[in-house]
């Protein structure tokens, strides 16, 4: 079945310093969506990528689809202490209309 | 609150005893997704509808999980027979066809 794996599993940055998380499916993917979820708290939809290389940006947040549309990255400059949290991704294999979510990324943002 | 609503929030069952979720989705959605997580975890899929339709069914559900959305609108996951490895968290989340997913609060359930 499709798998989909983020790496790193966690991440300790310093304040202001960049993060980047990647995303990798086992299948191809009509679409790719990222969720953040707070601790304690439920996934929230951030933005979702359909075109074959797709670039979005969402003020510090950038958001990237591959040429293959496996894989998806999401790079954060100049980290907060609100981007604390697990970010997720979310594929649907090409055809298909389950969503299958990534096994996530953890940031914590230290003062 | 027009956002989706899971009904209970907390859960404390013993263990063969049989439980059953709600959820109610944004109204205008027509997809409707169950999901499981365990602390640490992503969420893990269990189910989708289209409106009442029951498309799929994860592989790794046992016969104890069903599913039903009548008439398209709430939802209700029942675990029969609960075992302690059921205890976690149950995400029932709703999107308009391919669109965002917006979840609901969860169900946290403990088998004792």
């Known amino acids: 079945g499709q798998q989909v794996m983020q790496i790193p599993q966690y991440q300790h940055v310093q304040e202001g310093e960049d993060f980047t998380t990647y995303c990798n499916s086992s299948t191809t993917l009509s679409n790719i969506q990222w969720y953040k979820q707070r601790p304690g708290g439920h996934p929230v939809f951030l933005i979702q990528l359909v075109k074959s290389g797709e670039v979005k940006k969402q003020k510090r947040l950038t958001f990237q689809f591959g040429e293959a549309k496996k894989n998806s990255s999401l790079h954060i400059t100049a980290t907060q202490t609100t981007d604390v949290g697990t970010y997720f991704c979310?594929?649907?294999?090409?055809?298909?209309?389950?969503?299958?979510f990534g096994t996530g990324t953890q940031l914590k943002v230290e003062l | 609150d027009t956002g989706v609503s899971q009904n209970p929030r907390h859960k404390i069952t013993k263990r063969g005893q049989n439980v059953t979720f709600r959820c109610d989705p944004i109204s205008e959605h027509n997809r409707l997704y169950w999901y499981r997580q365990t602390l640490g975890q992503g969420p893990e899929f269990l189910t989708y509808f289209q409106n009442e339709a029951q498309l799929e069914k994860s592989r790794l559900l046992s016969d104890r999980f069903s599913a039903e959305r009548p008439k398209g609108s709430f939802s209700t996951l029942e675990i029969q027979r609960t075992e302690q490895g059921d205890s976690a968290m149950y995400l029932c989340a709703s999107s308009l066809e391919d669109r965002a997913a917006f979840f609901g609060q969860g169900t946290r359930l403990t088998v004792v």
């Open positions: 979310a594929g649907r294999a090409g055809g298909g209309n389950k969503l299958t």
